[in-house]
C-alpha cells in the first residue's frame, strides 16, 4: 500500500523548534519531489518548501520561512523531515507532506501549484504562549 505516514507537530511557544517526520511505504522516495504544505484556518494550503529528487539539487521555500524551516530527506530510512526552527505564530498550521514524479516543472511549480501524487494524513503544529 502506497501512503505517506507523518509524525512529530504539536504545541510549541514562539522562538521553539519542532521537527516533522514523514515516512514513505509502497515506493522508494529518492525518485520522487518531496515537499511540506500547510494550510492555517480560514486559509487556503500553501507550498512551504518544496526539494528536487535525489539525482538534482534544487530547493523552494516561500519566503516567510526562508532561513528558518530546513527541508530533508533521509533514502535509507524513506523519510522525509521539515526542521522548524523560531517558530512563530503564523506558522500555526496543520502541514502536510507530499511526494510527487519529477515532470516538466521546477520544485517552485510543484509547492506554488500543489503539485502531487501522493499526500500525508496532516499534523497540527500550534505556535503559542
Known amino acids: 500500500q502506497v501512503q505517506l505516514v507523518q509524525s512529530g507537530g504539536g504545541l510549541v511557544q514562539p522562538g521553539g523548534s519542532l521537527r516533522l517526520s514523514c515516512a514513505a511505504s509502497?515506493?522508494?522516495?529518492?525518485?520522487?519531489?518531496i515537499g511540506w504544505f500547510r494550510q492555517a484556518p480560514g486559509k487556503v494550503r500553501e507550498g512551504v518548501s518544496c526539494?528536487?529528487?535525489?539525482?538534482?539539487?534544487?530547493?523552494y521555500y516561500v519566503d516567510s520561512v526562508k532561513g528558518r524551516f530546513t527541508i530533508s530527506r533521509d533514502n535509507a530510512q524513506n523519510t522525509v523531515y521539515l526542521q522548524m526552527n523560531s517558530l512563530e505564530p503564523e506558522d500555526t498550521a496543520v502541514y502536510y507532506c507530499?511526494?510527487?514524479?519529477?515532470?516538466?516543472?521546477?520544485?517552485?511549480?510543484?509547492?506554488?501549484?500543489?503539485?502531487?501524487?501522493?499526500w500525508g494524513q496532516g499534523t497540527q503544529v500550534t505556535v503559542s504562549s
Open positions: 507530499a511526494a510527487r514524479r519529477p515532470g516538466p516543472f521546477t520544485v517552485q511549480t510543484m509547492c506554488v501549484d500543489l503539485l502531487s501524487d501522493y
Open positions: 526539494t528536487s529528487s535525489s539525482s538534482d539539487d534544487s530547493t
Open positions: 509502497g515506493f522508494t522516495l529518492d525518485y520522487y519531489l
